[in-house]
């Protein structure tokens, strides 16, 4: 008699464990299942929906050129991939390609046009000057970054008289977005921030929103190639 009742204790006990057991895996697996749903059914953030202006939100880096320039990158043998802090050497070599044009001779309509493309930008973040020329075509700024992009400038014009202002104005941007990554990736969010749209060099790179992301950095960011 007390041999069963023994095996009796044993097999409630056994059970009552079982079942204490299989509780906690139900509890567990309802709080796997709640925490799912949450997940779920969260609303996305503004990084991976985009602003409700319609504005694709800006990603790290998402500003920076990439790849070879469609109109002049096979005539002049450059890429933007060119401008990396990876390779100082091949920055410079491509700085020094671009800037070698600087000098070209311009007719009177192309100096037109060459002084409202060079007075919408600036080198601002390593010389500080308002432009690249001044309002009489000279130039305003003596860093390698200014050179550069006043070579391209006139060269375009010169090669690719078909091109638009605002055409030229962009490429000179992008060049100086590579020139500048770190401080342009701070200023693309300062633009997404009021609803602008960062993604277009014009905005990012010229004069049209200087100063937009003053109180936002410290330090004037990152610099590829040499002032």
């Known amino acids: 008699m007390k041999t069963e009742n023994k095996k009796e204790e044993i097999k409630e006990k056994t059970n009552t464990e079982l ?18 749903g949450r997940i779920y059914s969260a609303p996305k953030s503004i990084e991976s929906t985009g602003l409700a202006t319609g504005i694709e ?21 450059v890429k933007y991939d060119y401008i990396t802090p ?17 000098d070209m001779e311009l007719n009177s309509e192309q100096m037109q046009r060459y002084i409202r493309i060079g007075g919408s930008i600036a080198c601002e973040y390593c010389c500080g000057a308002k432009s690249l020329i001044f309002s009489n075509g ?20 010169t090669k690719h008289p078909e091109m638009a202002d605002e055409e030229i104005l ?19 969010k300062a633009l997404e921030a009021n609803g602008i749209d960062p993604n277009n060099y014009i905005n990012l790179a010229s004069n ?6 003053q109180g936002q950095l410290s330090g004037s960011g990152q610099m590829v190639g040499g002032c």
């Open 208 to 213: 049209l929103y200087r100063g937009i992301e």
């Open 86 to 102: 990876s390779n100082p050497g091949l920055t410079e070599a491509t700085i020094s390609k671009l800037s070698q044009y600087e």
């Open 170 to 188: 962009s490429e000179l941007g992008k060049w100086k977005v590579l020139f500048f990554p770190g401080i342009h990736e701070q200023k693309a």
């Open 57 to 77: 939100s800006v990603s790290a880096s998402g500003i920076i050129p990439k790849g070879t320039p469609a109109v002049y990158g096979a005539e002049l043998g």
């Open 19 to 36: 079942y204490v057991q299989l509780g906690i895996i139900a509890i567990l697996a309802l709080v796997i299942v709640f925490n799912i």
């Open 138 to 157: 000279e130039r305003a700024c003596g860093c390698a970054h200014s050179y550069a992009m006043r070579g391209l400038a006139k060269y375009l014009l």
